[in-house]
């Protein structure tokens, strides 16, 4: 199978005070285009800051991370914002919802960006899709954190995404609410065949994909196939 995403000897360093903070030390591995793959690990191991490597919002110290076989290294800020407003989808633990607009205008905000038309349109597509059409009016604070959830998703579906990251999808939801959105992040490999790369404290949600790595100390200690198909 195809990699989508290859990350090579990554290494993340923070100088905080006259020392030198080491948080990832030389990680690789791929991920093959349309697997499911969870990071797990304790808290301050690493996670996230990986997470926001390999989806370019972040740059490594040293070491390589490759998307669709371009090293996000090479590209200016610019080409790199390119690379993820056309590939990359990104969900947040805390939604991170612009609070000044509604959910459809929060949708429309990235359909914007990529001068998209019919944007109206489609982002009540993308909201229906997440069962909220009814809520598009609503402002983030309006709606539950499920509903907040279900909103920066119809986001991140909205540039058709290869490849998703989710840092802590469910992590502020309650267990029904994170059955439902657990649901429309598996259904999208499902059916659009979205590639997934979730970082996530829940070993039941862990144990749905198909691949479970595991970073303590910023270092990959397991990297195991969990059998899923
Ligand atoms: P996890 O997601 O596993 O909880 P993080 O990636 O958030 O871990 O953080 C890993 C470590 O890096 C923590 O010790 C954290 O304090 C540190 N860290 C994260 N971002 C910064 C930063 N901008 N400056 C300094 N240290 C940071």
Avoid: W
């Amino acid at each position: 199978m195809e990699n989508i995403l290859k990350i090579s000897n990554l290494n993340k360093t923070y100088k905080s005070a006259g020392h030198i903070l080491t948080v990832l030390d030389d990680i690789s591995f791929t991920v093959t285009a349309g697997s499911t793959n969870a990071i797990v690990g304790p808290s301050g191991s690493g996670k996230t800051t990986l997470l926001g490597l390999c989806a370019g919002l972040d740059s490594a110290t040293d070491g390589i991370v490759e998307l669709k076989d371009i090293n996000l290294g090479s590209l200016t800020e610019d080409k790199r914002a390119q690379m993820r407003n056309k590939h990359v989808g990104f969900i947040f633990q805390n939604f991170q919802l612009l609070p000044t607009l509604t959910a459809l205008e929060n949708v429309m905000v990235p359909l914007e960006l990529r001068g998209e038309k019919n944007i109206n349109a489609r982002a009540i597509d993308l909201l229906d899709k997440v069962g909220l059409a009814d809520r598009s009016h609503h402002y983030p604070a309006q709606l539950s954190g499920g509903e907040q959830q279900r909103v920066s998703l119809a986001r991140a579906f909205s540039n058709s995404p290869s490849i998703l990251f989710a840092d802590e999808p469910t992590g502020n939801l309650d267990a029904e609410t994170s059955e439902k959105v657990i649901k429309l992040i598996f259904d999208l490999n499902k059916e659009a065949g979205t590639t997934l790369v979730l970082v996530t404290h829940d070993l039941d949600l862990a144990a749905k994909t198909n691949r479970i790595l595991k970073i303590k100390g910023g270092k990959l200690i397991s990297d195991e196939k969990t059998g899923n198909e």
